[in-house]
Nanobody, 120 residues
């Protein structure tokens, strides 16, 4: 099982980025997949999650209406569209696989992170 996050980079405040999480070794749409982030000097926080099978999504309050999560089953890839970026969104973003189709099952695999920097 592998998760490969990509798409990070430098964006200006108000800009956008699209992060990808390419999965291998398992069928992406059967499991809940989450995005976490860790800002410098801060603890890792959960940002969003999409459930397996039923595509139910979860977003933390600070990113609601700005970030969206979607899945391309044909490519076995998860995407995160980050819009209206703010400097406080600067962090390393990680994707993670949950044991089952819901967040309640806990996580078993993490991908390497991708750095998002929001600065003018």
């Amino acid at each position: 099982v592998q998760l490969q996050a990509s798409g990070g980079g430098l964006a200006q405040p108000g800009g956008c980025l699209r992060l990808s999480c390419a999965a291998s070794g398992f069928t992406l749409d059967r499991f809940a997949i989450g995005w976490f982030r860790q800002a410098p000097g801060k603890e890792r926080e959960a940002v969003s999650c999409i459930s397996g099978n039923i595509n139910r999504t979860y977003y933390t309050d600070s990113v609601k209406d700005r970030f969206t999560i979607s899945r391309d089953n044909a490519k076995n890839t998860l995407y995160r569209q980050l819009n209206n970026l703010k400097p406080e969104d600067t962090a390393v973003y990680y994707c993670t696989k949950y044991v089952g189709s819901s967040r309640s099952f806990g996580m078993d695999y993490w991908g390497k992170g991708t750095l998002v920097t929001v600065s003018s």
